[in-house]
Each structure stands twice: as structure tokens, then as C-alpha cells.
């Protein structure tokens, strides 16, 4: 039996060490929050029009987040977001304005930098207000325009540029999981599932797939849960994983079903969203 000396108490702690402790103890408890920023623009000229089109950046504190993700929207994105929202909390929102949409001087660095600003002050305000936490409106706002991009790509065959689309989908996605629906992510690990796939990267595939199935099980997506063991099943035999679980789960899912539950393949199902 250990004796109270073998174990370090604070007295056998330099003050560095206690410290170091101390700042390891807050890091747990710190809640983990979302922060925007707007580092950049740029503005884009065509033919008929001209606009600005902001880099949003979007964070996680709390712990450490190497990774910063971001994509671009335009006053445009803002507005209708801010539209669909007060539709919505109309109330909740009283005291959340979107910054206005001047009619002069929209391109100059000044009025720009002013912009920038004020939307990521507005973000952090969305943010502050629960039920736009929430609300499935902010990962769409986020990852929409990405989504339909990426699955567009999907459909075109170019599979490649799908993954790099999906992959900033699901950075993001991953950021605000804690406060949206469970089954957020099924979607857009579906779509990598069968992009990998078609890139003959079956352990890629695999991983993915498997990640989608629990939250699949455990709410009820029985389409997805019939595509994705279906799926499963074939890569566990093309990479010699054991598949007699998941083949016995997909039989006896079509036997309770009797036929109700759609046949169709992943990549069926996936092709048709965000059409």
C-alpha cells in the first residue's frame, strides 16, 4: 500500500508546477465558445456588377483550435441570413442590428474596413442570443453555398474537388456541432464516404461511413442507416474487416421493414441533396 509520501502534494510542487497545473485545471473548465472574425476582403468585378466578398473565419475557444476555417460571403449572404432569422426570433433579435447597406461610397478601404467590423461585431452579437445558436440557420448560412458547390462537383464526377469542399463543410460543421442537431454531420460524411469511395480510397471511405452510421442508429435515419451498412458491408469486404455484425444488422433492418425502406445506394441518396 502507497504511503502518503509517495504521492505529490502542493508542499512538493515548485510554484512553476503549480502553475502549470492551475492553468491545466481552467482549461477544462473553460467553456468552449464560438468566435467569428473578419480578417479580409476582396472586391470582385464582372462584367455587370461589382461587389465585396468577405472572409469569415470561424473558431472555437475553450480549447486549443489550430485549425482556422473560413469561406467568403458577400452584404448580400448577410442580409438574407438576417432576413430568415428575424422571420423566426423576431423578438429575441430587437437589439441585433445588421449594419445598413450604404448607397455610396460601398468600395471605398474606409467604408470597407468600417463594414468588416460591424459584421463580425453582428456575428459575435448572433452568436450571444441562444436560439440563433440553435438554430439551423447558422450552419446553413456557414456552409450552404459549400454544400451545393461540393455536391454539384459530386454529381459532375470531380471527386477530388468535392473532398475539399466537404472537408471546410465539415471543419465548420464540427465547430458548431455542440449546440445543433446530432445528425447534423450524417450528410456531409455520407457525401465524403461516397467520393472516397470513387476515388478507390476505401479506407478513407470506411472511416467516414463508420462515423455517420452511430448518430444515423440512434435517430432514425432509416434510409441513411440502410446505405451506409450496405456501403459498409462492401469495404469491410474489400479490406477484410469483419462485416458479419453489420451484414446481420442490414438483414434484419430490410426484413423489419419488408420493402419500406428505400433500397437505393449512398450515392443515390446523396446525389439528391442540396440540388
Known sequence: MKTSDEFPTSSCLTTKE?????????????PVRLLFEIPSFRIIEQTLSKYVVYEVVVMRSGSFDSRRVSVERRYSDFSR??????QEFNE???????????LTGNFSPEIITERRLALQDYLAQLYATRCVRHSPHLPKFFTEQEQKRAHSLLR????????????????????????????????TLSALAVCYRDLEEPEE?????????PPVRR???????????DL???LGYELGRPVAQLQEELTALRDAERGRVSSCS???LVVKEFI
Do not use: C
Open 81 to 86: 441570413f438576417h432576413h430568415k432569422l428575424l
Open 156 to 187: 459532375a464526377g470531380q471527386f477530388k474537388l468535392a473532398v475539399e469542399q466537404l472537408q471546410t463543410v465539415l471543419e465548420i460543421l464540427e465547430k458548431l456541432a455542440p449546440w445543433q442537431s446530432p445528425t447534423l454531420l450524417v450528410p
Open 232 to 234: 459498409l458491408v462492401d
Open 219 to 229: 435517430y432514425g435515419l432509416k434510409n441513411y442507416r440502410t446505405s451506409l451498412l
Open 92 to 102: 429575441e433579435l430587437e437589439e441585433v442590428v445588421l449594419p445598413r447597406k450604404l
Open 266 to 268: 449512398l450515392k443515390e
Open 205 to 213: 471511405a470506411y472511416a467516414v461511413a463508420q462515423r455517420a452510421l
Open 18 to 30: 503549480l502553475q502549470q497545473n492551475l492553468r491545466a485545471v481552467k482549461e477544462k473548465e473553460r
